[in-house]
T-cell receptor
Framework: GAVVSQHPSWVICKSGTSVKIECRSL??????MFWYRQFPKQSLMLMAT?????????EQGVEKDKFLINHASLTLSTLTVTSAHPEDSSFYIC?????????????FGNGTRLTVT | GENVEQHPSTLSVQEGDSAVIKCTYS??????FPWYKQELGKGPQLIID?????GEKKDQRIAVTLNKTAKHFSLHITETQPEDSAVYFC???????????FGKGTSLLVTP
């Protein structure tokens, strides 16, 4: 079964508004979660690494003030797309490691399809 | 940083045939190599992975091989079925503290 839950699965918003996406680890604690973005027919691009209790680490070119990440608990990380624009329309996917051992597998949520009109 | 190259970008096979997807990576520090299957509108699903201390791993119809010297690894699917049709991504990373670096994906089509 799913080990990472993402909500909502899809959302449509108007330009200028903000959208929050939630990522939950199910039945395990995730000190680190990763947020990816995927454009149609393209690969997954890492946006940021979400660390519980500390600031997220953003990849080069990703605006931290636009994509706000909050990892307030060991089972929940949120990504807020602020002042959304049509070019932010994409598939956003979160992931987390099962905390079993060194090099544990990375499991993904089912993604959130964001459409900005 | 790590650069993962994946080939081919599209692959069409007949049901029952084998499919092979190949990836190369650049960072010799990478030691974990998973493969994901992504169906339309869904998140990637881990199908098999291999660590650098192993050269080959098999799980039913799926197998992965790793050549650390050459820095390449491959996914082998035997006896393909139409439900194997999806986009497959290879990835590489150092350890659990790091994010995965993905290849560009292979769109596999299995025709009946």
């Amino acid at each position: 079964g799913a080990v990472v839950s993402q909500h909502p699965s899809w959302v449509i918003c108007k330009s200028g508004t903000s959208v929050k996406i939630e990522c939950r680890s199910l039945d395990f604690q995730a000190t680190t979660m990763f947020w990816y973005r995927q454009f149609p027919k393209q690969s997954l691009m890492l946006m940021a690494t979400s660390n519980e209790g500390s600031k997220a680490t953003y990849e080069q070119g990703v605006e931290k003030d636009k994509f706000l990440i909050n990892h307030a608990s060991l089972t929940l990380s949120t990504l807020t797309v602020t002042s959304a624009h049509p070019e932010d329309s994409s598939f956003y996917i979160c992931s987390a490691n099962l905390p079993q051992s060194y090099n544990s597998p990375l499991h993904f949520g089912n993604g959130t399809r964001l459409t900005v009109t | 940083g790590e650069n993962v190259e994946q080939h081919p970008s599209t692959l069409s096979v007949q049901e029952g045939d084998s499919a092979v997807i190949k990836c190369t990576y650049s960072d010799s520090a990478s030691n974990y190599f998973p493969w994901y299957k992504q169906e339309l509108g869904k998140g990637p699903q881990l199908i098999i992975d291999i660590r650098s201390n192993v050269g080959e791993k098999k799980d039913q119809r799926i197998a992965v091989t790793l050549n650390k010297t050459a820095k390449h690894f491959s996914l082998h699917i035997t006896e393909t079925q139409p439900e194997d049709s999806a986009v497959y991504f290879c990835a590489a990373r150092e350890n659990s503290g790091y994010a995965l670096n993905f290849g560009k994906g292979t769109s596999l089509l299995v025709t009946p």
